[in-house]
């Protein structure tokens, strides 16, 4: 098994930044994409940004140009620098890891369970 625990959500103002960090630990055999995904309020969950195994980042068009996504695979974390906010961007983070816990397992989907970013104007 996989845990993911975010840190970094919060309220901050409208062209603010944010920094969300989420640590992995447990059984893991190796760990493919890390990222992070976003649910507002009566919508569904969406990628924000995906760090894959090669270090390449898939970014949401929503976002491009004002976040970056970071990964430090030695250490098992994810980061999520966020600028120039905006109040659509209010929505609960939730970062994602996709990890095989044995040499010839699948892969699996974690979730972590969320940190709250609020996004005032």
């Known amino acids: 098994q996989v845990q993911l625990v975010e840190s970094g959500g919060g309220l901050v103002q409208a062209g603010g930044s944010l920094r969300l960090s989420c640590a992995a630990s447990g059984v893991a055999f190796s760990i493919n994409s890390m990222g992070w995904y976003r649910q507002a309020p009566g919508k569904q969950r969406e990628l924000v940004a995906v760090?894959?195994?090669?270090?390449?980042?898939n970014y949401a068009d929503s976002v491009k140009g004002r976040f970056t996504a970071s990964r430090d695979k030695a250490e098992r974390m994810v980061y999520l620098q966020m600028s120039s906010l905006k109040p659509e961007d209010t929505a609960v983070y939730y970062c994602y890891a996709d990890a095989r816990v044995r040499p010839l397992a699948n892969t699996t989907d974690y979730w972590g369970q969320g940190t709250q970013v609020t996004v005032s104007s």
């Open positions: 760090v894959t195994s090669g270090t390449s980042t």
